[in-house]
């Protein structure tokens, strides 16, 4: 079940939150916003760009598997992505590419040649180098939309996670990776999660896109959300949460969150008493 949240300040523009009870109501509702946003997608471009994350997001798109999905949805237009990898062999136990093929990928008729995962076999910079170049020649058949703000792709949907320090895809806290501007895919050899070298979209590419979703769950995300949502300015860091940077350029950006990562937020709203929004 959805719940009306609330809420002491308005979300932020072309920005919508969502709070739900438990994983299984998020994980049907996540459900529904993809098969819409991929139907609306396939109707006006005639292909369906979607790229994910690892994590547990995986986990939340199983009911894409069952129906009604798995029947009615037109899978042979789904080009999937990946907006962060790490520098991992495709078997490896932390590959988001491994996580995703036996989660999703397995069990629903997507064509394999629209699958594009990152280059295993390449130092993390050259599979960088590697997946921008793809990237490129996909905007320029326009398989991938194009922004018209700033010529960065466009894809339909970016699927996000969050990390408790409000990380998203592999940009992390005062990391020179935020600061890039003209790259569409950059590498990081020092994550301060492991393993260390990962490739990763850039802020222009995530915020260019149609549609994000950033998805959290668990009370260990709700300080980072707190400030990547609100516009509290607590604390000298309270500013440079990256998941707080994701601010769609022309697009809509949702919140998929459950109770405990929304606490933060929720007792805020207790605090000023019930005014909805």
């Not at 136990?93 to 295993?120: A, M, Q």
């Not at 590697?130 to 922004?147: A, C, M, N, P, W």
């Not at 996670?161 to 020092?190: M, N, R």
């Not at 994701?246 to 019930?274: C, I, R, Y």
């Amino acid at each position: 079940m959805e719940m009306e949240m609330a809420t002491p300040y308005e979300p932020k523009k072309n920005s919508e939150i969502r709070i739900f009870e438990s994983t299984d109501d998020m994980a049907t509702d996540l459900a529904e916003y993809i098969s819409q946003v991929s139907e609306i997608s396939v109707k006006e471009r005639g292909y369906f760009a979607i790229a994910l994350s690892g994590g547990y997001l995986v986990n939340l798109m199983r009911k894409l598997c069952e129906a009604p999905y798995s029947k009615t949805l037109d899978w042979s237009k789904w080009y999937v992505f990946w907006a962060d990898e790490r520098a991992v062999a495709k078997t490896h136990v932390e590959s988001n590419y491994k996580l995703t093929k036996e989660g999703f990928l397995s069990k629903v008729p997507i064509l394999n040649g629209h699958v594009y995962s990152i280059n295993d076999n390449a130092t993390v910079e050259d599979a960088a180098t590697d997946y921008e170049f793809v990237i490129r020649q996909l905007v320029k058949i326009r398989t991938i939309g194009v922004s018209e703000s700033n010529d960065c792709p466009k894809f339909d949907l970016i699927l996000l996670g969050i990390g408790s320090d409000g990380h998203v895809a592999s940009l992390f806290p005062k990391h020179p990776a935020l600061e890039l501007k003209d790259d569409w895919v950059t590498y990081i050899t020092d994550s301060p999660e492991p393993p260390p070298e990962r490739i990763t979209f850039t802020l222009p590419v995530i915020n260019s896109a149609s549609n994000i979703a950033i998805v959290a769950t668990g009370e260990d995300k709700a300080k980072a959300l707190h400030f990547a949502i609100t516009d509290s300015c607590e604390g000298p860091d309270a500013l440079l949460i990256p998941a707080r940077m994701v601010q769609p350029t022309d697009g809509k950006l949702v919140w998929f969150l459950d109770e405990a990562a929304a606490s933060s937020l929720m007792a805020k709203s207790n605090d000023f008493g019930h005014q909805g929004f």
